[in-house]
């Protein structure tokens, strides 16, 4: 069996093998163009395109808080919602917001929301670009982490410059701050999510892209990483991380992004131990003319406990999503997750990793042109310290956008 030290060294030379390999595929000279994504808007006013949305939703959840306790009950649920754009030419805005709404008859219910907008210059050697967005969401506390629901604010600040030379590489450069704030009474196992959770996280980035064909290209990326607790500054670190990436634009036979990393993770105090790595997360699909489609999301890095004395988690997700078209208007789709949340990288503690696992489907009859009713089943079955499993099936509603903004609830045939 490997040790430690030696599964790092063999992890950074795989990297670096994979690095050298890429590289040399990217002399190839080629360019992907940026997409409209207003041309298919719903509702257009001059500049101004724009395409409204709802999802509604009523059903049956069994543990719809994910308790080892659960507390069966029903649920109904809205989310309206807009996406637009302004400009068509080298000036591209675009805006969106959602506002979901949540009801149960034994639970207390919530109201989520969020809004945001970008700015980006597209069709010149300099394109500088800007994007913000804002998320007020009780969604379960970090990612896959086990917790009861609990209303947190986020805002992700995204801006950076990309330069093409020439037509054989691009220059890359970003600054992302994402600032996250829990309520003053999330509390989750006794912890004080507030206290042991708030934070601000910095990531400064660099990279150069390569087109490979008219379809791919590759990005090598370095950036260097900050993270500082408002109310727990002992769980302050420092952090680095390279990569490499690679996007398959449509229409390509398997379209998507994928990136491959390594991560390196310091401690400001003694506290906790460095982290190093390998991190990642991959969109791929494969879309059949018959309409069927075949897709899988892999997501590989550290995020922090809400436990202090665990520090940091490394989670690692797949998901497998498959849909089938039977007709002009109906489909099926069917979906399959799992997920480890390894705390011991942290704490050489044993005993502490959870697993995470589900499997569903949903099917849909196409009323008319964007708009869709059905319905779906999902199973979910976590098995670590604080075990739990649960149960969701409802009869829904999709009406207007291709591109539905989820804030908690599971949206059909947009996972």
């Given at each position: 069996?490997?040790?430690?030290?030696?599964?790092?060294?063999?992890?950074?030379?795989?990297?670096?093998?994979?690095?050298?390999?890429?590289?040399?595929?990217?002399?190839?000279?080629?360019?992907?163009?940026?997409?409209?994504?207003?041309?298919?808007?719903?509702?257009?006013?001059?500049?101004?395109?724009?395409?409204?949305?709802?999802?509604?939703?009523?059903?049956?959840?069994?543990?719809?808080?994910?308790?080892?306790?659960?507390?069966?009950?029903?649920?109904?649920?809205?989310?309206?919602?807009?996406?637009?754009?302004?400009?068509?030419?080298?000036?591209?805005?675009?805006?969106?917001?959602?506002?979901?709404?949540?009801?149960?008859?034994?639970?207390?219910?919530?109201?989520?929301?969020?809004?945001?907008?970008?700015?980006?210059?597209?069709?010149?050697?300099?394109?500088?670009?800007?994007?913000?967005?804002?998320?007020?969401?009780?969604?379960?506390?970090?990612?896959?982490?086990?917790?009861?629901?609990?209303?947190?604010?986020?805002?992700?600040?995204?801006?950076?410059?990309?330069?093409?030379?020439?037509?054989?590489?691009?220059?890359?450069?970003?600054?992302?701050?994402?600032?996250?704030?829990?309520?003053?009474?999330?509390?989750?196992?006794?912890?004080?999510?507030?206290?042991?959770?708030?934070?601000?996280?910095?990531?400064?980035?660099?990279?150069?892209?390569?087109?490979?064909?008219?379809?791919?290209?590759?990005?090598f990326g370095a950036e260097a990483t900050t993270?500082?607790?408002?109310?727990?500054?002992?769980?302050?670190?420092?952090?680095?991380?390279?990569?490499?990436?690679?996007?398959?634009?449509?229409?390509?036979?398997?379209?998507?992004?994928?990136?491959?990393?390594?991560?390196?993770?310091?401690?400001?105090?003694?506290?906790?131990?460095?982290?190093?790595?390998?991190?990642?997360?991959?969109?791929?699909?494969?879309?059949?003319?018959?309409?069927?489609?075949?897709?899988?999301?892999?997501?590989?890095?550290?995020?922090?406990?809400?436990?202090?004395?665990?520090?940091?988690?490394?989670?690692?997700?797949?998901?497998?999503?498959?849909?089938?078209?039977?007709?002009?208007?109906?489909?099926?789709?069917?979906?399959?997750?799992?997920?480890?949340?390894?705390?011991?990288?942290?704490?050489?503690?044993?005993?502490?990793?959870?697993?995470?696992?589900?499997?569903?489907?949903?099917?849909?009859?196409?009323?008319?042109?964007?708009?869709?009713?059905?319905?779906?089943?999902?199973?979910?079955?976590?098995?670590?310290?604080?075990?739990?499993?649960?149960?969701?099936?409802v009869a829904f509603l999709t009406y207007g956008?291709?591109?539905?903004?989820?804030?908690?609830?599971?949206?059909?045939?947009?996972?």
């Amino acid at each position: 069996m490997l040790t430690l030290a030696e599964a790092r060294s063999r992890s950074a030379r795989s990297l670096v093998s994979l690095l050298l390999a890429l590289g040399v595929a990217a002399a190839v000279d080629a360019q992907i163009p940026e997409p409209d994504l207003s041309a298919n808007a719903r509702v257009h006013l001059g500049p101004v395109a724009m395409t409204p949305g709802i999802v509604c939703s009523a059903g049956y959840d069994t543990n719809p808080y994910g308790d080892p306790v659960p507390v069966e009950t029903y649920e109904f649920y809205a989310t309206p919602q807009v996406e637009g754009w302004i400009g068509r030419a080298a000036n591209r805005a675009s805006f969106w917001g959602a506002v979901e709404l949540i009801a149960f008859t034994d639970l207390v219910g919530a109201r989520n929301w969020q809004a945001g907008g970008e700015y980006r210059r597209v069709g010149s050697r300099i394109r500088p670009f800007v994007r913000y967005n804002a998320k007020h969401t009780n969604a379960n506390p970090t990612g896959y982490e086990v917790g009861r629901k609990s209303m947190r604010i986020e805002g992700d600040f995204f801006g950076g410059v990309l330069v093409t030379p020439g037509a054989r590489f691009t220059l890359g450069g970003s600054f992302r701050s994402t600032v996250t704030r829990w309520d003053a009474d999330a509390i989750y196992q006794g912890s004080d999510l507030r206290q042991s959770l708030n934070r601000r996280s910095n990531a400064v980035r660099g990279s150069v892209g390569f087109p490979v064909t008219p379809l791919t290209s590759l990005e090598f990326g370095a950036e260097a990483t900050t993270d500082r607790f408002v109310y727990s500054p002992e769980r302050d670190g420092n952090g680095a991380r390279v990569d490499v990436g690679i996007a398959l634009a449509s229409p390509a036979v398997i379209r998507g992004s994928a990136v491959l990393g390594y991560r390196h993770f310091h401690s400001l105090t003694s506290s906790a131990g460095d982290f190093d790595g390998f991190v990642g997360h991959a969109t791929l699909g494969y879309a059949r003319g018959s309409g069927g489609y075949l897709g899988g999301v892999f997501v590989r890095d550290m995020d922090f406990s809400y436990d202090e004395s665990l520090s940091y988690y490394v989670s690692t997700s797949f998901e497998v999503t498959a849909m089938q078209t039977l007709s002009t208007r109906w489909r099926l789709q069917g979906f399959a997750t799992v997920a480890w949340l390894d705390y011991r990288a942290s704490t050489n503690a044993q005993g502490n990793d959870q697993r995470a696992a589900g499997v569903g489907g949903a099917v849909g009859y196409n009323l008319r042109p964007r708009t869709v009713i059905g319905a779906s089943i999902d199973w979910t079955n976590v098995v670590g310290s604080r075990a739990w499993n649960g149960l969701r099936t409802v009869a829904f509603l999709t009406y207007g956008s291709d591109n539905f903004q989820r804030l908690d609830r599971p949206v059909p045939f947009s996972r």
